[in-house]
């Protein structure tokens, strides 16, 4: 199904370009772009960019994770804490990060770490909400039991909590992998030196080639499929019990 | 075991020589609200009877179990378990919901398992244990199910399994089979009499089914007033059901079961 779609796609924009009335600097057909891919493909550039992306976009999910996973547990437990910082936390979603990204880029000297802080800022939200909705979720019944079984602290988070919230958690990591990919091409805008898709697709419109602008969308893509993919089967292998249904 | 024993009808607690399960004054009030609950719930239950608590809905009766399993403190008075106060009971109650609360991500084997593993026992007579408990509730054969696959009925067994298995001295059940079937009902109330004299527990099951409450227990606790309105809930009769047992479902024809259910009926009604 999908492969048939694939294909219909392709004929589609294949058509279009060849009876349409579009310049290929505007619009290149697929050959062009095949084409372009298999140059930048061959000669290395396209990996050595994409693995740039990759290596802002990892870290920056990690870091983006492990500091949603305590706040989140913090919110989701503290009433005192959730009313003290949700409103900043909140706020802070109406600003588009594309907007304070140049100021990231002033105040860490690092490009690299620039970038990285960019992807760390756009996986966060997403992440921190799932993560309290998974403790949210979690049925005060079982927390009874819990008790009642006179558990630890460390048991009920252990055995209750992490296991309970984990597939709402892995909701949210699929958007924050997929996201982590945008985030790291938005700190490669504002900061386009030299390295990265970002950099790639920033000097490719200049030099109105357009069809590299396809190739590295495409690629940005497919390294957002991948992630997801990892995602959805980290989840399947941790959430063997939801298949049984 | 199965003597019929009486208990005074009045808030002044006689301690009988057996008391094991005791309740002396107590008040609860949910303090946000704040709704007066219970009032003047004296109690006294025997080592191994099987008691049971009827009365309308919203009157206190899960409050009342919820005190006892010590997730709740009285607001005044004393409850205590085998003479310890019921929130420090050295060993933990046995704790079954109307609904089965299984742990959706742990096999039937692993929900069982639950209360040894947070007692840190994992050695083979505790897995022997485990097993034991599923055979007793009849789900050999399904030790690598999740709850998901399994009916309603089959769920509330694991529960059952789970809330034993740590060989609690009380078990403490609200409205267990509420959620089952008639029929499904039935056969688990038989098979809970069944574990209850195979094992040395001591039973406190609320329900809301008269013929079950008279067909299961050794006395029947009845919890009357309206909390909502201003009136807390206390114990307002206590009725022995003298049948003989073992107790079977055919015994629900009987006069002698009818006159049970219907002094049961009465009282609530009051
Ligand atoms: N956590 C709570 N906070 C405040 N009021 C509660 C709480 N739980 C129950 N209540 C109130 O206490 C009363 C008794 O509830 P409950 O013990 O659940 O009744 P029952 O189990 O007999 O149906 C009801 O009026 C209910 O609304
Ligand atoms: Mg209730």
Redesign the interface.
């Known amino acids: 199904m999908v492969l048939v779609s694939f294909v219909g796609l392709l004929a589609g924009w294949h058509l279009l370009v060849t009876w349409g009335a579009y310049d290929r600097f505007i619009l290149p057909g697929p050959v062009d772009v095949w084409r372009q891919l298999l140059i930048v493909g061959g000669d290395g550039r396209l990996l050595k960019h994409s693995l740039i992306t990759i290596s802002e976009l990892l870290p920056g999910l990690g870091i983006g994770l492990l500091i949603a996973m305590p706040l989140g547990y913090l919110l989701a437990k503290s009433s005192l804490a959730e009313r003290l910082l949700s409103p900043y936390l909140i706020a802070s979603q109406a600003i588009p990060v594309i907007a304070i990204a140049p100021l990231l880029t002033i105040w860490v000297r690092s490009t690299y770490w620039a970038r990285v802080l960019v992807a760390v800022l756009v996986v966060f939200f997403p992440i921190l909400i799932n993560i309290i909705a998974g403790l949210r979720a979690v049925p005060a019944e079982l927390y009874e039991l819990m008790h009642s079984l006179q558990a630890t602290r460390r048991q009920i988070f252990t055995k209750l909590e992490i296991p309970a919230a984990l597939p709402i958690l892995l909701a949210g990591l699929k958007v924050g992998a997929t996201l982590s990919v945008i985030g790291a091409l938005v700190g490669e805008f504002v900061q386009p030196k030299s390295q990265g898709l970002g950099y790639l697709l920033v000097t490719a419109r200049y030099q109105f080639k357009t069809d590299l602008v396809f190739v590295v969308l495409i690629t940005l893509s497919a390294i957002a499929l991948v992630m997801y993919g990892l995602v959805a089967l980290l989840e399947k292998r941790l959430l063997r019990w939801q298949a049984s249904k | 075991m199965n003597v019929a024993f009486i208990i005074p009808h009045s808030s002044f607690i006689i301690f009988q020589m057996d008391a094991f399960l005791t309740a002396v004054q107590v008040e609860y009030i949910f303090e946000d609200g704040p709704l007066h609950v219970l009032t003047d719930i004296s109690l006294s239950v025997p080592a191994g009877a099987f008691v049971a608590l009827v009365g309308p809905s919203g009157v206190g009766k899960s409050t009342l179990l919820?005190l006892i399993?010590?997730?709740l403190r009285p607001s005044a008075g004393q409850i205590s378990i085998a003479n310890h106060p019921a929130h420090q009971s050295p060993n933990?109650?046995g704790?079954v919901?109307q609904?089965d609360?299984l742990?959706?991500?742990?096999?039937v084997t692993e929900n069982v398992r639950?209360?040894l593993?947070?007692q840190g026992k994992n050695d083979p007579s505790a897995r022997r244990r485990v097993q034991k408990m599923i055979d007793l509730v009849g789900l050999a054969g399904f030790e690598q199910?999740?709850p998901?696959?399994l009916s309603g009925g089959m769920a509330q067994r694991v529960a059952l399994a789970r809330a034993l298995v740590?060989e609690p001295p009380l078990l403490l059940l609200d409205e267990p089979f509420g959620a089952l079937d008639a029929l499904t009902r039935e056969r688990m109330g038989q098979e809970l009499l069944r574990i209850w004299q195979a094992m040395p527990v001591t039973v406190f099951m609320v329900t809301h089914s008269i013929s079950e409450a008279v067909l299961l227990a050794d006395e029947v606790l009845v919890m009357g007033g309206d909390p909502g309105n201003g009136r807390p809930a206390a114990i307002t009769h206590r009725i022995p059901i003298h049948l003989p047992r073992p107790r079977q479902f055919q015994m629900q024809s009987a006069a002698e079961f009818q006159r049970h259910a219907a002094a049961i009926r009465a009282a609530i009604q009051q």
């Open positions: 919820r399993a010590g997730l933990p109650v704790l919901f609904r609360n742990m959706p991500w742990r096999t639950l209360p593993e947070l199910n999740y998901a696959q740590h």
